[in-house]
T-cell receptor, first 114, second 115 residues
Framework: SAVISQKPSRDICQRGTSLTIQCQVD?????MFWYRQQPGQSLTLIAT?????????ESGFVIDKFPISRPNLTFSTLTVSNMSPEDSSIYLC???????????FGQGTRLTVV | AQKVTQAQTEISVVEKEDVTLDCVYE???????LFWYKQPPSGELVFLIR????DEQNEISGRYSWNFQKSTSSFNFTITASQVVDSAVYFC????????????WGAGTKLIIKP
C-alpha cells in the first residue's frame, strides 16, 4: 500500500481567504485524486491530477476555485480559493495502489471556514 | 453507469453483537471491482477489502467477513462480536475495471457500537 502524507490535518480559515493542501506520496504515481467530503456526506471527486498536464475537473468544480498543482510524480497540492462556509469539508487526496485496483487515501484535511 | 446503494444510514448495536452492513450495486460492466472502506472519527479512509467481479468467494479476515453475491448484486459486510473500536462510517464503493480508477461511492453507513 502507498503511504500518503497530507497536510494540514485541519484548519480554521476566514471566509475570503485561500488554503493550500499538500499531498505527498512515498512512491511515484501517475494519477492522484482529490475528493471533497461535506459533513455527513459521501465522497465527491473534485479532480484528477496528472503529472505534466492540466488537472481534469469533475462537473461542478472549476480550476479558479480549486487550482491543483502536480509538479512531480510524488506530490500534489489543492488550493481552496476565496473560501466560504460552504467549503467546510474534509478534503482527501488519493492514489491507486501498486496493483492499480484499490485506492489509498491521505489522512484528510478537515477544513472549517468561519 | 454505476450506482452503489447503502440503504442503512445508521446502525447502533451493543458491543459483542454481530452486525451486517448492506451494499447493493448496479452496473452494466461485465468486470468490475467492489470495495469496503472504514472512516473512523479521525477522518482518514482505511481500505478494508477489494473483490473482483469474477471472484465470488466469500472472505473472512478475523472478525470481518464479506458476502459477495452477483445474483443479487450485493456485497455485504459482517462484523462478528463487534467492539467499540469498530464504531465508524463504512463506505462501499465500486469501479469498472476499465475506468480511470474513479470510484463510485455509496452514501455510507454510520456504525455505532455501544459498550
Amino acid at each position: 500500500s502507498a503511504v500518503i502524507s497530507q497536510k494540514p490535518s485541519r484548519d480554521i480559515c476566514q471566509r475570503g481567504t485561500s488554503l493550500t493542501i499538500q499531498c505527498q506520496v512515498d512512491s511515484q504515481v501517475t494519477m492522484m485524486f482529490w475528493y471533497r467530503q461535506q459533513p455527513g456526506q459521501s465522497l465527491t471527486l473534485i479532480a484528477t491530477a496528472n503529472q505534466g498536464s492540466e488537472a481534469t475537473y469533475e462537473s461542478g468544480f472549476v480550476i479558479d476555485k480549486f487550482p491543483i498543482s502536480r509538479p512531480n510524480l510524488t506530490f500534489s497540492t489543492l488550493t481552496v480559493s476565496n473560501m466560504s462556509p460552504e467549503d467546510s469539508s474534509i478534503y482527501l487526496c488519493s492514489v491507486p495502489g501498486s496493483g492499480g485496483t484499490e485506492a489509498f487515501f491521505g489522512q484528510g484535511t478537515r477544513l472549517t471556514v468561519v | 453507469a454505476q450506482k452503489v446503494t447503502q440503504a442503512q444510514t445508521e446502525i447502533s448495536v451493543v458491543e459483542k453483537e454481530d452486525v451486517t452492513l448492506d451494499c447493493v450495486y448496479e452496473t452494466r460492466d461485465t468486470t468490475y471491482y467492489l470495495f469496503w472502506y472504514k472512516q473512523p472519527p479521525s477522518g482518514e479512509l482505511v481500505f478494508l477489502i477489494r473483490r473482483n467481479s469474477f471472484d465470488e468467494q466469500n472472505e473472512i479476515s478475523g472478525r470481518y467477513s464479506w458476502n459477495f453475491q452477483k445474483s443479487t448484486s450485493s456485497f455485504n459486510f459482517t462484523i462478528t462480536a463487534s467492539q467499540v473500536v469498530d464504531s465508524a462510517v463504512y463506505f462501499c464503493a465500486a469501479r469498472s475495471t476499465d475506468s480511470n480508477y474513479q470510484l463510485i461511492w455509496g452514501a455510507g453507513t454510520k456504525l455505532i457500537i455501544k459498550p
